[in-house]
């Protein structure tokens, strides 16, 4: 019998029959991880707010919560509470590990500044930390900052995106689970029959409506395309929300195309609109390698993305997808254009190209990594 305890900032939220549901990516990956742990423990935080769409329940009763306040914010208030709260926090992850044969923690994360020196010090349990942001970002916040300095530092393994110059034994390329193998082998057959003959193109973006993401970066763009690029495209898909979004939705209006802003979705939802898709476009400013990205890209969405941290690794520039770099208005307007312009052949070619990197991202195959590589032999 092994037993796992996750500690992560996942938000987490309880239902009006007082069932609890975590952010859908991480909820799906932990429950795959029952096929390798006998028990998993997960303590992460709990809102208290209304569920969003994207939100899963866990599907194995080996699977315990345990909560966490809501813990982290732009605010000093936000910050300053992380600290204050942190013994509380502290006991919570100890009575896990109690029960656990090992952990993995996941990072970046504002408990981090405290947890991970607490682990690496006074905790003998076996265990991983799982970096899940950008592992080369320059200029990161000084709390991403200090926890990266500090994982580079000690002897246990560290799970980062993509693979770097000079990385640290320790530190070990894991690509983050996405998909099932039932979803790669439904890719294969849509992939063989999409087309971009005789049709119009439908885009889509997927994340947070927010600045950094790129979100208003990608209106402006389509909305200065010239009137015959314009004519080739049908729907622009909008999957995600914010603060900012009535803003986003207005400037969307002017554009003279159509945008759907469809809030968030279930994943069953977002898969669909990847097979309705020919591209995905993510300008985003600040990532790590985003399991949204291989999703598409496993339903036949060419990736037109940012070349920011590990993403080079799997995404080759006018091979499997199209690359910019800085991050501008002319720049994505190139790519978005090249896609526009390609022929039925080339984008056949284009996304018959990605089949060979999507295996990796099966829950299986990360399954099989985790028992080979992380657990004590």
């Known amino acids: ?162 693979k770097w110059e000079n990385q640290q034994k320790q530190c070990l390329t894991f690509e983050n689970p996405c998909l099932t193998e039932e979803e790669i082998s439904e890719g294969k057959k849509i992939m063989s029959i999409k087309s971009i003959e005789n049709t119009a193109i439908n885009l889509c973006f997927v994340g947070r409506l927010e600045h950094e993401k790129g979100i ?36 969307a209006m002017k554009s003279g195309l159509s945008f759907i802003f469809h809030g968030f979705l279930s994943r069953k939802e977002v898969h669909n609109i990847y097979k309705k898709s020919h591209a995905i476009v993510l300008p985003s400013a600040s990532e790590g390698f985003p399991k949204v990205i291989a999703e598409a890209m496993n339903y036949g969405c060419l990736p037109i993305v940012s070349n920011i941290s590990s993403i080079e690794n799997y995404v080759k520039n006018e091979i499997n997808g ?23 052949i080339q984008y056949s070619k284009m996304i018959q190209a990605q089949n060979q990197e999507l295996k990796k991202f099966t829950y299986t195959y990360y399954n099989k990594r985790i028992e080979q590589e992380l657990l004590r032999k």
């Open 1 to 162: 019998m092994s037993t796992l305890t996750i500690i992560s900032h996942t938000e987490h939220y309880r239902t009006p029959q007082g069932n609890i549901v975590g952010l859908g990516s991480t909820v799906t990956e932990i429950n795959h991880l029952v096929e390798v742990f006998d028990a998993i423990i997960h303590v992460a935080m709990l809102y208290d707010a209304e569920p969003p769409l994207s939100a899963l329940p866990y599907t194995s009763n080996k699977i315990q919560f345990s909560a966490l306040p809501a813990l982290g914010g732009p605010n000093i208030s936000d910050k300053l509470a992380v600290i204050w709260k942190g013994p509380q926090v502290i006991k919570t992850v100890n009575k896990a590990l109690q029960q656990s044969d090992y952990f993995q923690f996941r990072a970046p994360t504002g408990i981090g500044v405290f947890m991970i020196p607490y682990l690496i010090m006074f905790s003998s349990k076996d265990g991983w930390f799982k970096y899940a942001g950008n592992w080369k970002q320059q200029n990161a916040p000084v709390a991403y900052s200090f926890q990266r300095w500090l994982l580079k530092r000690q002897h246990r393994k560290v799970t980062i995106n993509g």
């Open 216 to 251: 208003d970066l990608l209106i402006k763009t389509l909305s200065n395309l010239d009137k015959s690029d314009k004519s080739k495209l049908e729907t622009i898909h909008i999957v995600g929300d914010g603060k900012e979004k009535n803003a986003y939705q207005e400037l």
């Open 322 to 344: 199209f690359l910019f770099y800085p991050i501008t208005l002319a720049n994505l307007t190139d790519k978005i254009k090249k896609m526009l312009n390609l022929s039925n």
